[in-house]
Structure formats: structure tokens, C-alpha cells
């Protein structure tokens, strides 16, 4: 059974920052993509940012391009969102997935854990 657990969301200022974790289990997590998806209030979830298994290839929203940074430790089994100069805009409830459907440019799907919210105050 696939388990997917985030952590590290909270309240921060503008222009601050937070490092997202999460945990799988269940599954070879090395051998396939992960992603961090978001949803806010009243809108659609949405992808943030992939990325595939060896960590060579990664794609970001356009709304996060240069503030975000994805990473993974395999051997850990873990996936990070290094989450910097956060705005408002970014608030939202951040969930990690396994296995998402990622072919370099798209990434889609995969199953997802309860999420850790991100609120951002002006």
C-alpha cells in the first residue's frame, strides 16, 4: 500500500521561506518520478513542480520558476520543495505525489498524501 506523508507547511511573511518534506512507502520510490501539486481555495489543484528518478530532469509552473527548487533523497525515500520568496499568491494546501504520470514536460496524477498547508501573510 502506497503512503504518502508531507510536512513543513506553516504561516510565513512575505517574502519568506519553507522547505516542504515528504515521506513514501510502499513502493520503490527510486524508480519513478514525484512531484509537489497545490490547490487553493476555491480553485483547482495544480502541479508545481517534478521530477523523475535519477533527478536529472525537472519542470516548474511558471509561477514558481526561480523561488522553488524540487529534490529527492532516494535512499530516503523522501521529496523536498525548497519554497523561497513566497507571496501571498502561493498559498494553498501543497500535496506530494508518487508516481505521477511526468514525461519531462507534463506531469500529472500519481497518488497523493493529505497535504501540509502553506499560508503566506502580506
Known amino acids: 500500500q502506497v503512503q504518502v506523508v508531507e510536512s513543513g507547511g506553516a504561516s510565513v511573511q512575505a517574502g519568506g521561506s519553507l522547505r516542504l518534506s515528504c515521506i513514501v512507502s510502499g513502493f520503490a520510490f527510486g524508480d519513478y518520478a514525484a512531484g509537489w501539486f497545490r490547490q487553493a481555495p476555491g480553485k483547482k489543484r495544480e502541479v508545481v513542480s517534478c521530477?523523475?528518478?535519477?533527478?536529472?530532469?525537472?519542470v516548474y509552473a511558471d509561477s514558481v520558476k526561480g523561488r522553488f527548487t524540487i529534490s529527492r533523497d532516494n535512499a530516503k525515500k523522501s521529496l523536498f520543495l525548497q519554497m523561497n520568496s513566497l507571496n501571498p499568491e502561493d498559498t494553498a494546501m501543497y500535496y506530494c505525489?508518487?508516481?505521477?504520470?511526468?514525461?519531462?514536460?507534463?506531469?500529472?496524477?500519481?497518488?497523493w498524501g493529505q497535504g501540509t498547508q502553506v499560508t503566506v501573510s502580506s
Open positions: 521530477i523523475n528518478w535519477r533527478s536529472n530532469s525537472t
Open positions: 505525489s508518487a508516481r505521477p504520470y511526468y514525461n519531462g514536460v507534463a506531469c500529472t496524477g500519481g497518488t
